[in-house]
């Protein structure tokens, strides 16, 4: 059989740069700490980064706020540095994806200074201008993520421009060719540097109802559906993104992207979807799977932790899968709770073990192969500026730094150093502290993710569930024929699960459980993958 392309089960390292490692001793991570850190990953087993932005930005959404596409902003390093660690990488076989940003750019962008200089700018159309309402005030009732309104009145020409997020953070125009063809040069500046693709941020924005229609009034239960952020759902007709005109704009993107090759080749583009309506979402694939590789699916972080619910969303997820596609599967992110934290200390295991035994591909979010919590934040460590409007809302605790060792700063900075937010510390311990643990869950990631590598089962290939006693998830991964299959079981309870010497009638054998110590037929309070399987 055909090796599948590359990304189709692609295990993707997200890499959140601020918070990886810190080599200048200023408290935050740079590039040059993310290439020191390459052999850990290569042993970790992961196949592709992505590094989160690492461009010149006012850091208004650090890094979100883009500023200068092509250059790396100090606090990170220079451009030589990212040469340096895409060149490392690649030495050790991992690919290397970059954040590309493309609905908005920070305030500080050339474009927009020149566009605010009035409506004769040749950059005006650039970004999306409007005079006030006929009364006054917004040209319509879009709001941001915070509720208010997604307009600012620029006081200098009397117009109006869009943000879907930060007033600091101006919305682009995808609707002017001008646009999309310097963005598409931001891309060929990466793409030549030797990047394998992107991760493209908030990709159903960049196309909006041209005629700029209010939305839909938000009744109780569907405020949520009105931010960016929230989710989209097609029921709603939101006209502040996802018009389908967006469709169009990507296939050019897919082009730009596929005259670099294919097959090993392949440059890919990682789509962050927040939909959840599952046909609306599958169509970022595209008609003729010709526009987003991967579009995120990020259901496992809004589903219970809980088997029929994971269940459902699963074959939800793979029932709404165009022929020929492949879903991808994530777990933790820089802008959600941590895992651990959502789940709980003792499922950290069992989640990481769904992430990487489901069909296709899968992001691991730095932090999250040692179990690290949610950090805690006081108020005064609140440096999101989600979380200074709404603390609530605020990313910091799934953002801090890694914890490398348990010396001073962590490992992640140097002694005496303060780093830019609080050190949490995972229950397992410190990265050097898990190293030698066969029991710890850095070991079990490296443990399933060599499984993954050698084991066709786990490949693209089906997924069944099976039947289980309550409050277990069970499942069996078949590869191409004689490849035989691996059930997995996972325990979501907090009591002991005993597992027979037969499942299903049938022999297993163990591969790996997140209880390594547990006899084979011993009652175990974890969970197992096994296989091969004799009758199958
Ligand atoms: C999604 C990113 O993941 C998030 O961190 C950022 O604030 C928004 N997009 C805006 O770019």
Redesign the pocket.
């Known amino acids: 059989t055909a090796t599948p392309p590359w990304w189709r089960d692609a295990v993707i390292y997200q890499v959140y740069p601020r918070s990886f490692l810190d080599t200048d001793g200023d408290g935050v991570g740079d590039l040059r700490g993310v290439a020191r850190r390459i052999p850990y990953l290569s042993r970790l087993g992961v196949d592709t980064l992505w590094l ?1 932005p690492f461009f010149s930005s006012p850091m208004a ?2 890094g ?2 883009v500023r200068d596409h092509t250059a790396v902003d100090p606090l990170f390093g220079d451009l030589a540095d990212f040469d340096g660690l895409v060149a490392a990488a690649h030495a050790h076989g991992l690919r290397v994806l970059i954040d590309y ?1 493309p ?2 750019t920070s305030g500080e962008h050339p474009w927009f200074r020149d566009a605010r200089t009035g409506p004769l700018s040749p950059r005006r159309d650039w970004y999306v201008w409007r005079d006030p309402a006929p009364g006054g005030g917004p040209p319509n009732n879009w709001i941001t993520l915070f509720g208010e309104s997604a307009w600012t009145l620029d006081a200098e020409s009397g117009q109006y421009y869009l943000h879907s ?1 930060l007033s600091s ?1 101006p919305d682009l125009n995808w609707r002017n060719p001008a646009v999309r063809e310097a963005m598409f040069d931001v891309a060929r500046f990466w793409l030549d540097r030797g990047v394998d693709g992107f991760r493209v ?2 990709a159903p924005l960049i196309a909006k109802d041209p005629a700029l229609r209010d939305n839909p009034a938000a009744g109780a239960g569907t405020v949520a559906h009105h931010r ?2 929230g989710g989209y759902d097609s029921q709603l007709h939101l006209h502040d993104q996802a018009h389908p005109d967006l469709h169009a704009m990507y296939r050019e993107f897919r082009a730009v992207l596929d005259a670099y090759g294919d097959g090993p080749a392949a440059r890919i583009a990682l789509g ?1 979807i927040h939909a959840y309506d599952w046909q609306a979402w599958s169509r970022y694939f595209g008609r003729e799977l010709d526009e987003i590789h991967l579009p995120i699916n990020f259901g496992l972080l809004r589903t219970p932790w809980e088997p029929g619910a994971i269940r459902d969303l699963v074959r939800e997820v793979l029932g709404a899968l165009p022929a020929g596609a492949v879903p991808t599967w994530v777990t933790g ?3 959600d709770p941590r895992v651990a934290s959502r789940v709980g200390r003792d499922q950290a295991a069992n989640a990481m073990l769904l992430l990487l035994t489901l069909p296709g591909a899968a992001i691991l979010y730095n932090g999250d192969e040692l179990g690290l919590p949610d950090a805690h934040i006081t108020p005064e460590d609140i440096r999101d500026p ?1 979380g200074l409007r709404t603390p609530e809302l605020s ?1 910091d605790p799934a953002r801090s730094p890694m914890p490398w060792s348990d010396g001073p700063g962590a490992g992640f900075t140097r002694a005496g150093v303060r780093p830019w937010l609080p050190v949490a510390r995972p229950p397992g311990g410190s990265a050097a502290a898990q190293e030698d643990d066969p029991g710890s869950l850095l070991s079990l990631t490296r443990a399933v993710l060599a499984l993954r590598r050698a084991h066709p089962a786990l490949g693209p290939g089906a997924i069944e569930f099976a039947d289980a006693p309550e409050g277990v998830l069970a499942y069996t991964r078949t590869g191409p024929p004689g490849g035989g299959s691996l059930l997995i079981t996972l325990n979501l309870t907090d009591g002991p699960l005993h597992i027979g010497k037969t499942v299903a009638g049938r022999p297993w054998e163990r591969h790996l459980s997140t209880a390594p110590e547990a006899g084979a037929t011993a009652a175990s309070r974890g969970t197992d993958a096994h296989g091969p399987d004799p009758d199958v």
């Open positions: 989160s959404d650090f979100y706020d940003v609905n908005h997020f953070m941020d908030c960016p952020m962050e992110t820089h802008d989600w990313r």
